[in-house]
């Protein structure tokens, strides 16, 4: 009865119900601006910064056409600003080949992460193993288990090791590296996705004289390709800004953008316009990615946690 | 006679199968020995070379690299050959063992060693065992202790994250309009390196003089808006970073999780007149707690790595107060190359690590979705 009745009294109030309803459709949206706000200042305040002069920095101006008159200071210093771009810029070169060497490095660590990856995932996923005394739950522990592993313990070896095999500073070196560090989140998302897929339409396959490749190539890999390309564009935004390993074990020649950026942090004397020019380049990439594949994103995120 | 036939047909052809099947039998008991042969003799011919006992070798352990990556293809072939199918099942799950092992066995073991030693990169005598030497001094040493109380501080800040983050899950799983704009918006920052927003927030909108922070920061009556310098404003100042980037990881963990949950639950305590405070705390939050520990417990993984916004904007001042365990190390690694004693600390840290992180799951794998 009381249940009804309250409801009832709560129709009879109308108008206050109506105001209570308002306010909290206020609050509500006013958070949500509000968090808009803390996330998105930072890199509009990066963005606008490579436009100014010192002028603007100093008085604090933030918007440009109404506070400051954007300029291309930033830009011309890495070469970029459309004054510039068809002259030789040795900075512009420099900042090219560690974007190139950043590229390279995340793409190939993320396509080897997923090759081998989802090979171990599937096996994983579909067939029972004994290695010893490890069974299947056993294996994915020992995968996933690297997750804890903190890059300081690899490091020093592994900078040994590679100047040993003459791999210090190489960009091979760098995709070994990386595809360690994220091959545990993709067997993780992976055995999640091939979790999901039914076992029939294999075992159809297998019927109708496909091999267990063959049925792994021609029909699980089509439906599973959603999962994989999740696994891969996660892969690619850690690989991407990866800095513990890059600044250990590359110098020259295979230095990645991050550690580009971090060095031209320490430095006292730089600009902060040009530094928000090269921290504006550095993240560009990823809000795009960020901004048009963010479906994937959530994907791999939420793989296995949720069920 | 019809029927005869074939049964001889498949007569003729069983004796051929089964010498070829034992063909491969032997191939498959030979591959395996050959190749670690193989591999054996180019790794003791090596070591041998280095060691200038003989005059004839590579100049760099490349080629054993190449001829591991032999090995492990012939151990790949000879379960084939002699297991069939299975051997074939185990094809999937051969590249990622070996390549995993080849990357975590060797470099963990050698550490090992070299954390036994004085390596100092800058000394010219170059690396002598030490026995305990390491131990002893990482039990006297302040700023590593120092290092590692700061990571049970910011490990205790994940609980503040976990809370605006839930928040936000909320705010986001509500009736609201434009919910995918608010989604990238508040899923941008994980997208960003944590150098790139050392410098973003903790170089630039966090500077003493020009930062849009410490301006506001001033108009909002604190005079002296110093982010870095006294020990417990760094530190948070440090935390709030963290947060900024890793906030959305644990959101998006938590609004899959709200919206996974079946709507009739809280549709039904409506009806029964509880208000929203009720029905979050009697309904939401323990359907919510498995994702909830599983989102915590990640986050606490990634965390005990934290090092990079440290690096770069404090380098664990003021003081060691805002240092990690990993920066800690890095600092001695890089500016004293001081590689024996950094090993040390490093392997020390993944003990701790090990330990706390089995203590967690044992005691947190209860409330979790799933296990491993």
Same mark, same amino acid.
């Given at each position: 009865m009381s249940a009804v009745a309250e409801r009832q009294a709560q129709r009879a109030w109308g108008g206050g119900y109506d105001a209570a309803k308002i306010s909290a459709r206020v609050l509500i949206y006013g958070a949500l601006i509000l968090w808009t706000i803390i996330s998105l200042f930072p890199i509009y305040w990066t963005l606008t910064t490579s436009f100014k002069t010192a002028v603007n920095v100093m008085q604090g101006?933030?918007?440009?056409?109404?506070d400051f008159q954007p300029n291309w200071l930033g830009w011309r210093s890495l070469g970029l600003s459309p004054d510039t771009i068809g002259e030789i810029s040795t900075v512009r070169d420099e900042f090219l080949k560690r974007f190139t060497n950043s590229i390279i490095a995340s793409l190939g660590a993320a396509a080897l992460a997923v090759v081998i990856g989802s090979l171990a995932a599937y096996g994983l996923s579909r067939f029972d193993y004994k290695f010893v005394w490890m069974r299947n739950k056993d294996i994915s522990f020992f995968f996933l288990s690297q997750?804890?592993?903190?890059p300081v313990v690899l490091a020093m070896p592994f900078l040994v090791l590679y100047k040993e095999l003459a791999l210090l500073d190489t960009r091979i070196g760098l995709i070994l590296v990386y595809t360690l560090m994220v091959l545990p989140i993709v067997i993780w998302i992976m055995r999640d996705q091939f979790d999901t897929i039914p076992i029939e339409l294999e075992q159809a396959a297998l019927v109708d004289g496909c091999s267990v490749w063959g049925a792994f190539l021609r029909i699980v890999i089509p439906i599973a390709l959603p999962g994989m390309v999740a696994a891969f564009i996660l892969s690619v935004i850690l690989c991407w800004n990866e800095y513990f390993f890059a600044a250990l074990l590359?110098?020259?020649?295979?230095?990645?953008l991050p550690v580009m950026v971090a060095s031209q942090t320490g430095?006292?004397?730089?600009?902060w316009w040009s530094m928000a020019a090269l921290s504006t380049a550095a993240i560009a990439p990823l809000v795009v990615i960020g901004v048009f594949l963010e479906r994937y994103i959530v994907k791999g995120l939420t793989a296995g946690a949720v069920k | 006679m019809n029927t005869a036939l074939p049964e001889t047909a498949g007569k003729v052809h069983e004796p051929l199968m089964r010498s070829q099947a034992e063909a491969n039998g032997a191939w498959g008991r030979i591959l395996p020995w050959l190749s670690s042969l193989i591999l054996a003799v180019i790794v003791v011919w090596q070591i041998l070379y280095k060691a200038s006992?003989?005059?004839?070798?590579?100049?760099?352990?490349r080629p054993v690299l190449y001829t591991f990556i032999l090995w492990a293809i012939a151990i790949g072939a000879a379960q084939v050959l002699i297991r069939g199918e299975r051997g074939k099942h185990a094809l999937f799950i051969l590249p990622a063992v070996a390549f995993t092992v080849a990357m975590v066995i060797f470099p963990t073991f050698f550490g090992l060693y070299i954390a036994f030693t004085d390596w100092?990169?800058?000394?010219?005598t170059g690396r002598h065992f030490n026995g305990l030497d390491n131990v002893r001094s990482l039990l006297g040493d302040a700023y590593f202790w120092n290092a590692l109380r700061n990571m049970i501080y910011y490990v205790l800040f994940v609980l503040a994250q976990y809370v605006i983050a839930f928040g936000l899950a909320l705010l986001l799983n509500a009736?609201?309009?434009?919910r995918k704009f608010f989604r990238v918006a508040f899923l941008?920052?994980?997208?960003?390196s944590p150098v790139a927003v050392s410098w973003m927030i903790?170089?630039?909108?966090?500077?003493? $003089?020009?930062?849009p922070a410490a301006t506001l920061a001033r108009h909002l009556g604190?005079?002296?808006?110093?982010?870095?310098?006294s020990p417990w404003i760094a530190r948070l100042s440090i935390v709030a970073m963290d947060a900024w980037v890793w906030i959305p990881f644990i959101m998006i963990l938590l609004l899959a999780g709200l919206q996974a949950m079946p709507k009739e639950v809280t549709e039904a305590a409506k009806v029964d007149g509880a208000s929203p405070w009720q029905s979050f705390w009697q309904i939401t939050f323990p359907l919510m707690l498995p994702v909830s520990v599983t989102a915590i417990v990640l986050k606490i993984i990634f965390q005990l790595k934290l090092a990079d916004i440290v690096i770069n904007v404090t380098a664990g001042g003021p003081g060691g107060a805002t240092d990690t365990v990993s920066s800690f190390i890095f600092r001695e690694y890089r500016? $004293?190359?001081?590689v024996g004693y950094g090993t040390m600390l490093a392997e020390f840290y993944l003990v701790i690590i090990i330990i706390f992180v089995t203590l967690l799951l044992k005691f947190a794998s209860r409330f979790m979705q799933r296990t491993t």
């Open positions: 101006h933030l918007i440009p056409w109404i997750l804890i592993l903190p590359t110098s020259t020649n295979a230095k990645t430095s006292q004397g730089i600009s | 006992v003989i005059a004839v070798g590579f100049d760099t352990w100092n990169l800058s000394s010219l009736e609201i309009k434009a941008l920052p994980f997208m960003l903790g170089k630039s909108l966090m500077e003493y $003089r020009f930062g604190w005079d002296n808006p110093a982010f870095f310098t500016d $004293r190359s001081n």
